[in-house]
C-alpha cells in the first residue's frame, strides 16, 4: 500500500508545490489529496493546476472543491465574475492571459472530478468545516467550501481525525484541535504550503520562495 498524502491550500503557489512534490517523489500507489483552493490569490495558478495534472498521471490524485474552485465553476457556467475577481480571481484570469477561454481541457476536466469530501480508514478530509449533527452525505456546500473553524469543534463522531484548510493560520503552522488538523498555512501570503503524510503525521512545508521544512505532529503539539 501507498502513502496517504493530504495538502493544503496551494493558491496559485507553483513554486511551493514544486518543491513538496520534489521531496515526496510520488509512487502509483500513493494516495495524494488536495483540499481544495489550488487556484486564486497566488501567482501560478495555471502552473499549479498543470502540475496536478501530472501528479494524477503518477498517483492516485483526489481533488476536494474550495469555495474557489467552486467560484471559478459557477463563472465558467454562466455566473459574473465580481465576486471571484475581487477574492484573487484576477490571479487565475492573469494566470491564463486574461482570458478564462484559454482554460485548457486537461484542467477543466480536473476542475470537474472533484469532490465534495473524501474519506479513508483514519481520516475525512473536506474543504472547510462540518455542521455539527449532520451526516456527512448531507453536509451543506456553505458549511463543506465556506464555513471558517472556530477552534471549537468536537471531534467527529467517527472517532476520525478531520483534515481541512480554508482557514489560514497565520502563524504558518498547521492547527491542530480535538480530531481536527487545518493545514491552510497561508502560502500564498508569503507563509508555507503544508501537506501532511498521514501514515507517519509527518508535516512538510515549502514556501513560494523556496523555503522547506518539515517536522511531526509530535514536535508540532509538544
Known sequence: MGRLIVVGDIHGCDVALRTLLDRLQLQPADQFVVLGDAIDRGPQSSEVLELLVQVADSCQLTFVLGNHEEMLLDILAGDRPDRWLQHGG????????GDLAAIPERHLKLLGSAVDYWESPS??????????????????????????LTGMEYPHPSGKM??????????????VGDGWICLDTL?????????LVVDSWRFLQASQIGGYREFSLNELIA
Open 162 to 175: 478531520v483534515l481541512c484548510g480554508h482557514t489560514g493560520q497565520r502563524s504558518g503552522l498547521p492547527m
Open 123 to 148: 481520516t475525512i478530509c473536506i474543504h472547510a468545516n462540518l455542521e455539527p449533527g449532520v451526516a456527512l452525505a448531507d453536509q451543506s456546500h456553505d458549511w463543506l467550501r465556506w464555513q471558517r
Open 90 to 97: 484576477a490571479a487565475t484570469l492573469d494566470s491564463y492571459g
Open 187 to 195: 502560502a500564498y501570503a508569503g507563509k508555507f504550503l503544508t501537506c
